[in-house]
């Protein structure tokens, strides 16, 4: 049978396969990289990954929420000393670009949590305070106390913005490290290569 | 052969023509339109997620992963109803779908299950000799081979060790891998393109025969008319924005549904079918990991993320499967805030991982409502509750066994537990559902097939009750849960539903004319 008929505009531009047209007008080949430039709201952090496809352009996080995400990051990874400031607000960015491509309303229900942590202070800790304008040591132990909540939900706002915090928190080589994560180096399959000979 | 159209760079409408339009290109829509292109049908292949090569997976990290190439970045979930935990479910949004997102494990359908379906519900089909040819079409063309013990992680040996003392059997699984390196984040994408996903495994196959795939092409309804499906229309993503944009529209005259268990009754339903069942009797085989702090090093990523599992409780409806992950991923699973999470992370060299599923029997289901994501919600029935804290009791014992110093369960905010004893309470006084940490893998059943119109929502053929030239090839078919590994059955049961669709072809696009 024949090829798959497929007719796109009246402005033919052949792309790189013989029977796909498409108007000139409306292609748009990502950068090097294939990411927005660095001015732009998806610049990627030094060493991001390249694709050939190009990041949706959108972000979810407002102002406020930017500040909560911050604190929130700021007592979950404090050790001795909490990350440096220049290493949240890369983290804050990494956050809104792990979550800017989820559905609408998965990014509305989000942004309501943010919110509820923001005023849960005044519930958890009786104080006339916003999270982000709290201590470290306050807002460590309102974290502490909504992780081992009885009520269910308290804890699943707790979970997901730390599930999402560490796993972009500790993408980085150096943090990665620093907990003893040798980096991406394998030895068994060369073992079974060995075996195989 | 042609390559992958990206939608998002699309400016104007686009109209085509095929003999047949497979919306989904994941384990089962990817191996309907090879199976279908290589008996020389005209196939357009419509994917709603992003297409990413192979080769760029290694350069990305789990979070570029997930926002890219997941459902809602990895963070959809089946809101629990009753005493019933909420559930991740992780689905692929990208073309190759969730099999770029798995373990790689393959199981057959078990015997007792195909036993089941043929015997009391009637699909006579669904027995082990006659999908056996389509079991080992698939397991051919994705190289299923038994993982080597040389290639078990020290992690899942010290499981097996545990296991061992306790007098309970492991057994090697099988994977669809070629050349693994043993880099233990299969789930976020092969980094050496080894594992055989269908993106590697069929789609260039299903182009070589004269396949096209569109990227980024969302398939907002099924054209039917006079009862009968003759295409779809939907629109291009935008580049900027994400949201639908440029309109296509695709005539065909056998369209094939393969958007799996959680947006295939969607797509359905906005088309106007009203069958009572669509969207009911999801399952989920909920699962959880459990995690032990070793004394001496583990180093649990060096080896293959999934190598061995444990039937031995197969009658309870627990599968016991051994599981790794990214570090940073584990990392995320350790309790406490500051210091205190400091101090166990700190631990990942010396952390073992074991994972558990229940066979459950459903209580699932799925909705449309504010956005293009479905609402999920499930019930836990009592039963699975048990199954599920029996699991991690079982678990827990065997990381105690191994020489465990400090086992974590997946419960929110329970501390570390020091000895075997601590582990009672799980099957005497266990605690609510609702605060495990429960993850999904594998959703299926929500478009069941059944012997005749009531109680399904397709025939054994897959063609829809409701229309003709209409039909489900995905996991949303089968009937109940299976108890293990989705990903080899939803292919053989789309070879062979595609075969079918061939073997009628001329009834097929005579009823189209």
Redo the contacts between chains.
Sequence with gaps: MSDVDVRMSDEDVRMSTPHVRMASSSVRRSGAGGRAGPEGPLAPRPGAPATRTRDFGRTTLKRRHREVVRAFAEALFADDAPPSAARLDALVDEIDRFISPASKTLRFGLLAMLDAVRVLPLVLLRRLATFEELPLAARTAMLERMEGARLAPLCLVFVAFKTLMTIAYYEHPGELESIGYPGPARVRHLHVAEGAR | M??V??G????????????VVVVGSGAAGAVAAYELARE?????VLEEG????PE?YG??????M???MAR??G??AAVGLGDTP?ITTLAGKCVGGSSVLTGGVCFRIPDEVLHEWSSDRGLSAMTPERLDPYFARVEDRVHVETV?E??R?RSTELFVEGAKTMGIPMKSLRRNTR?????SRCNFGC?HQAKMSVDISYLPAAREA???VF?DALVERLEIAGGRAAGVRGRF??????EPR?PFTVRARVVVVACGSLHTPILLRRSGLDAADIGRHLTLHPAYRVSALFDDHV?G???ALQSVYCDHFADEGITLVGVYSA???L??G??????A??RL?????RLAVFGGMVHDEGGGSVRR?????PLITYRMSARDRGRLFRGMQILGQMAFAAGAREVMLPL??ATPFKSRGELDFLTERPP?A??V?CMAFHPLGSARMSAGPRGGVVKPTGETWAVDNLFVVDGSVLPTSIGVNSQLPIMAVATMLAQGICDDWSRLARRAA
């Design positions: 042609t390559g159209v990206r998002r760079e699309l400016g104007a409408p686009v109209y085509a023509e095929a003999d020389g049908l005209r196939v357009v992003g297409h990413y090569a760029e350069a990305m990290t789990p979070s570029n997930l926002g890219r809602e970045a963070l959809s909420l080597p040389s290639m992680s050349g693994c390196h043993g880099a980094p004269g396949a096209r990227a993503l935008d580049q900027e924005t994400g440029v180093g990523w060096d080896g570090a940073n991923v990392a995320a350790f309790p406490g805030v500051g210091k999470h400091r992370a700190e631990q990942l060299p409502w504010l956005s293009r994501e929110f905010g609510a609702n605060r940490e």
